[in-house]
Each structure stands twice: as structure tokens, then as C-alpha cells.
């Protein structure tokens, strides 16, 4: 699939790193260091600018080692980029450490994973054909 991509950073286009990852990292677009302070957030710009086919939506999310070794992940995880956004893509980073982390200009900040969704048309009817689980939500199993 090709997608329309600008780049008004400096920064390599998002790639993937391995040949079977899903995700493409997303680059720091900054003039100067951004400090985040534990607990902080703040909106990260990346310079790029992309064209969606109807039918697609772009999902931002965390890096796992950011997340694992400094405490920092995206805090609207999955944030979605819909095909008709054409702002800039922007990435709300949080702290989560004890830490002040710095953010530097072409920094792995999060990845991007482009994936089809589909449009639903609702029916509304009075009841919905039950199954085995039921109503049965968060921990009904008992098992973790």
C-alpha cells in the first residue's frame, strides 16, 4: 500500500525496524530539548503529515522499551489518525517515572501502525441473541 507522506523534518520517514514488525517508529520533529517532568505531558510533533486512504486509520502507541526502561508511553494509546486528518501528526507524551526524561530531536517517540476498519450501520432491536458468557465482564472468569 502506498501512502501520501510530507516530511517537514529533518527526520528519516517512519520505517519498520524488522522485517515482521506491524509498527513503524514515529521521530521527535523539535528545535530544542523538551524536558518531561514526572507525571507531565505534553504534545510532541513530528513533522509529518500523511494521506489516508478512506477505509484506514493510522494508530499512535508506545514504544515497549520507552515504556519498560524510562516509564514514558502515549497517554491517548490508541490515539487514531482518521483518513481525512491532514495536521500535522502529533504525539501526547507522559511521564510515568521519578525521573525528568528529555526529549531530543529525531527520538523514537512512539510507533505507528496502519490498519483497515470497517463502517457499521446500527439496527436497533429490543433484544440480542445471548451466548455462554453473557454479561459476564471484567474478571468474570476468576482466572487472571
Same mark, same amino acid.
Given at each position: 500500500?502506498?501512502?501520501?507522506?510530507?516530511?517537514?523534518?529533518?527526520?528519516?520517514?517512519?520505517? @519498520?525496524?524488522?522485517? @515482521?514488525? =506491524?509498527?513503524? %517508529?514515529?521521530? =521527535?520533529?523539535?528545535?530544542? %530539548?523538551?524536558?518531561?517532568?514526572?507525571?507531565?505531558?505534553?504534545?510532541?510533533? $513530528?513533522?509529518?503529515?500523511?494521506?489516508? /486512504?478512506?477505509? @484506514?486509520?493510522?494508530?499512535? &502507541? /508506545?514504544?515497549? +522499551?520507552?515504556?519498560? #526502561? #524510562?516509564?514514558?508511553?502515549?497517554?491517548?494509546?490508541?490515539?487514531?489518525?482518521?483518513? %481525512? @486528518? &491532514? +495536521?500535522?501528526?502529533?504525539?501526547?507524551?507522559?511521564?510515568?517515572?521519578?525521573?525528568?526524561?528529555?526529549?531530543?530531536? +529525531?527520538?523514537?517517540?512512539?510507533?505507528?501502525?496502519? =490498519?483497515?476498519?470497517?463502517?457499521?450501520?446500527?439496527?436497533?432491536? &429490543?433484544?440480542?441473541? %445471548? $451466548?455462554?458468557?453473557?454479561?459476564?465482564?471484567?474478571?468474570?472468569?476468576?482466572?487472571?
Amino acid at each position: 500500500m502506498n501512502i501520501r507522506i510530507v516530511n517537514k523534518s529533518l527526520n528519516d520517514l517512519p520505517e @519498520y525496524s524488522t522485517e @515482521y514488525s =506491524a509498527g513503524m %517508529d514515529l521521530r =521527535a520533529n523539535l528545535k530544542e %530539548d523538551v524536558f518531561l517532568n514526572p507525571f507531565e505531558r505534553k504534545l510532541i510533533p $513530528t513533522g509529518l503529515f500523511i494521506e489516508l /486512504p478512506v477505509g @484506514y486509520e493510522a494508530q499512535v &502507541r /508506545p514504544r515497549s +522499551g520507552l515504556a519498560l #526502561k #524510562k516509564g514514558i508511553t502515549v497517554l491517548n494509546s490508541p490515539g487514531t489518525i482518521d483518513a %481525512d @486528518y &491532514r +495536521g500535522e501528526i502529533m504525539v501526547i507524551l507522559i511521564n510515568f517515572s521519578t525521573e525528568i526524561f528529555v526529549v531530543q530531536n +529525531g527520538e523514537r517517540i512512539a510507533q505507528m501502525i496502519v =490498519a483497515a476498519h470497517e463502517k457499521v450501520s446500527w439496527e436497533q432491536v &429490543r433484544v440480542i441473541d %445471548d $451466548t455462554i458468557r453473557g454479561g459476564g465482564g471484567f474478571g468474570h472468569t476468576g482466572k487472571i
